[in-house]
């Protein structure tokens, strides 16, 4: 929901463990506030880059706002005034 | 963990992505607060946008999008809550429709109902309800 700011780009020497294991380094967790057990997708590029992307599920009010995108506007403030003589004509 | 209440003004507010409702949503997204929503408002407010010309599969998707968060409630006007807003406009000479709206965010333990209406103004005044808008 956070605006993201400007990024740099980041790079860094990893080095693979044992059994294949690469730990990110600490600045990129915090800054894209990687925790324990988030999922990543890795994929292979043709060139046999690696490319890594953190699997989100946007929360039903990220949905949401997504959505109002896509809608028109209108002048809210005047839809509300109608409203508002429309429940004084019911007083 | 605050709840609000929310009047029709409010959600028109949100449907038009205007910059603090917004907030209040991402509010409600961590967790800070919690959204109450009236069923009146939701007849109000649909009648609003249809006469805007949005398609009712539009703001059909609209509730149930705001259904899907577990920290929005919607609230349905059943007789205690009817009965108590019926006193309260009779009491207070508001509408029944404001009546209504206020008397469920009383009930249901809302912290502040948002609503830029002049007659939740009046219910403010007279400690009913608190009322926030900007």
């Not at chain 1, 949905?63 to 508002?84: C, H, S």
């Not at chain 2, 408002?41 to 577990?70: D, Y």
């Not at chain 2, 007789?79 to 009930?107: C, F, N, Q, W, Y």
């Amino acid at each position: 929901m956070k605006k993201r700011r400007e990024k740099i780009m980041f790079t860094d020497v990893v080095k693979m463990g044992k059994k294949g294991q690469i730990t990110l380094p600490k600045l990129v967790r915090d800054e894209e506030n990687y925790r324990d057990g988030d999922e990543f997708t890795l994929s292979q590029m043709p060139g046999g880059d690696l490319m890594l992307h953190k699997i989100t599920e946007k929360t039903p009010e990220e949905k949401l706002l997504d959505f109002l995108e896509t809608v028109p506007k209108f002048d809210w403030r005047k839809a509300f005034r109608e409203i508002e003589e429309e429940r004084n004509r019911e007083r | 963990m605050m709840i609000y209440g929310a009047d029709s003004w409010f959600l028109l507010c949100l449907w038009n992505k205007e910059a603090t409702a917004q907030r209040m949503l991402e509010e409600v997204q961590t967790g800070k607060s919690h959204l109450v929503i009236p069923y009146p408002a939701v007849a109000e407010t649909t009648k609003k946008l249809m006469q805007q010309g949005n398609p009712a599969e539009r703001i059909s998707t609209f509730w149930s999008m705001l259904e899907s968060s577990k920290k929005i409630r919607f609230v349905p006007l059943e007789k205690t809550i009817a009965v108590e807003g019926a006193r309260v406009s009779m009491t207070h000479g508001v509408p029944l429709m404001d009546a209504l709206i206020a008397a469920t965010a009383k009930l249901t333990g809302c912290h502040a109902l948002f609503s830029s209406d002049s007659d939740m103004a009046v219910l403010a005044k007279k400690k009913y309800v608190t009322v926030k808008s900007w």
